[in-house]
T-cell receptor, first 109, second 116 residues
């Protein structure tokens, strides 16, 4: 089976850095994606890691360690608009994407 | 240059009725996905299309759920004899190819289904 574990909620201060962790157990693994979803909105793609290491895209970075079955999303210089739910998702190579349960990030002034 | 569109945006139906949800993917995208999201929950994979065929129907929760795609474009998700537990937001996504996690999925705004 597939399972991706994330913290359910995280709160951080505007301007700070926050890390959202994701641990996974999948039968077959091709990579880890991250999606952002604002309340009432559709998920939007943030990043993808196929190889170990850090991928940086502006204020957002994503990390993967295949040996530890672990990844994280790092958000820097937090802004109020970053308040949203963040989902990690894995692909087994079949053409589906398994999503974690999501982490609700609340950014406070 | 429209994105993925879905209709209706909201659907309220009575228990036992059939409903059809429509998805118009981004033009030229060969892969199409349906997901279900219950309130405050993650996304639950339902079905995947590559062109008009559905190689992976593993996520359909019961035989009351079916989906089709025609012309490699529009897809319809049908739920027969709806139950209250079917209430959720149904999201459609498309991607240019079919690379799984490596291929960005573009999501539509969803259809919020409420079964009374």
């Amino acid at each position: 089976g597939q399972s991706l574990e994330q913290p359910s909620e995280v709160t951080a201060v505007e301007g700070a850095i926050v890390q959202i962790n994701c641990t996974y157990q999948t039968s077959g693994f091709y990579g880890l994606s991250w999606y952002q979803q604002h309340d009432g909105g559709a998920p939007t793609f943030l990043s993808y890691n196929a190889l170990d290491g850090l991928e940086e895209t502006g204020r957002f970075s994503s990390f993967l360690s295949r040996s530890d079955s672990y990844g994280y999303l790092l958000l820097q210089e937090l802004q109020m608009k970053d308040s949203a739910s963040y989902f990690c998702a894995s692909s087994t190579g079949a053409n589906n994407l398994f999503f974690g349960t999501g982490t609700r990030l609340t950014v406070i002034p | 240059g429209a994105g993925v569109s879905q209709s209706p945006s909201n659907k309220v139906t009575e228990k036992g009725k059939d409903v059809e949800l429509r998805c118009d993917p981004i033009s030229g995208h060969t892969a199409l996905y349906w997901y279900r999201q219950s309130l405050g929950q993650g996304l639950e994979f339902l079905i995947y299309f590559q062109g008009n065929s559905a190689p992976d129907k593993s996520g359909l929760p019961s035989d009351r759920f079916s989906a089709e795609r025609t012309g490699g474009s529009v897809s319809t998700l049908t739920i027969q004899r709806t139950q209250q537990e079917d209430s959720a937001v149904y999201l459609c996504a498309s991607s240019p190819t079919s690379g799984g996690a490596s291929d960005t999925q573009y999501f539509g705004p969803g259809t919020r289904l409420t079964v009374l």
